[in-house]
T-cell receptor, first 114, second 112 residues
């Protein structure tokens, strides 16, 4: 039973399109995150939600809009996709705001923008 | 700005050949330093949390240590299954609980 699951695993799309990635966790955690990993494997936080409330928004373009319908789900919608949006997007969750540093990551969603 | 630098970028070892990975960090006030392992095509998997200089944590063939400026991940007698990218991350006191700043990782390949 997967702890943090993301769909889809792969997306290939054209510039200018809109796409969404969904994430669900069954760990009972209050905090969820979106991280972006670029081609050089650099992993950078984008957003963090605690119990459906946005806590961190790391100067991400407003084409990216996260939504948390409940504390077990965090979705990411991206408008007007650009070439530079190509990356692997990871969803993660943690207990207690993540102060132990123990995040549970999904397997990632690889987005390719052509 | 908080920064994490890992070295080397890549490391190739023979099975049984021990070595260390380095993580240097610059942070305004360290809340914690974390090591993760990432296998190809997978998400990072948590290994250790270190909170203060002098602290050590061990798990099987891995041992993580922390000083005021850097952390080391020592790998003793590695096996091929230890091949992965090892990521270091820091959490600063003034950025709150939820923000981890990651380094770019060390890709470890252990040959039989």
């Amino acid at each position: 039973d997967t702890a943090v699951s993301q769909t889809p695993k792969y997306l290939v799309t054209q510039m200018g399109n809109d796409k969404s990635i969904k994430c669900e966790q069954n760990l009972g955690h209050d905090t969820m995150y979106w991280y972006k990993q670029d081609s050089k494997k650099f992993l950078k936080i984008m957003f963090s939600y605690n119990n459906k409330e946005l806590i961190i928004n790391e100067t991400v373009p407003n084409r990216f809009s996260p939504k948390s319908p409940d504390k077990a789900h965090l979705n990411l919608h991206i408008n007007s996709l650009e070439l530079g949006d190509s990356a692997v997007y990871f969803c993660a969750s943690s207990q207690a705001g993540g102060d132990t540093g123990e995040l549970f990551f999904g397997e990632g969603s690889r987005l390719t923008v052509l | 700005e908080d920064q994490v630098t890992q070295s080397p970028e890549a490391l190739r070892l023979q099975e049984g050949e021990s070595s260390s990975l380095n993580c240097s960090y610059t942070v305004s006030g360290l809340r914690g330093l974390f090591w993760y392992r990432q296998d190809p095509g997978k998400g990072p998997e948590f290994l250790f949390t270190l909170y203060s200089a002098g602290e050590e944590k061990e798990k099987e063939r891995l041992k993580a240590t922390l000083t005021k400026k850097e952390s080391f991940l020592h790998i003793t007698a590695p096996k091929p299954e230890d091949s992965a990218t090892y990521l270091c991350a820091v959490q600063a006191v003034d950025t709150g609980f939820q923000k981890l700043v990651f380094g770019t990782g060390t890709r470890l390949l252990v040959s039989p």
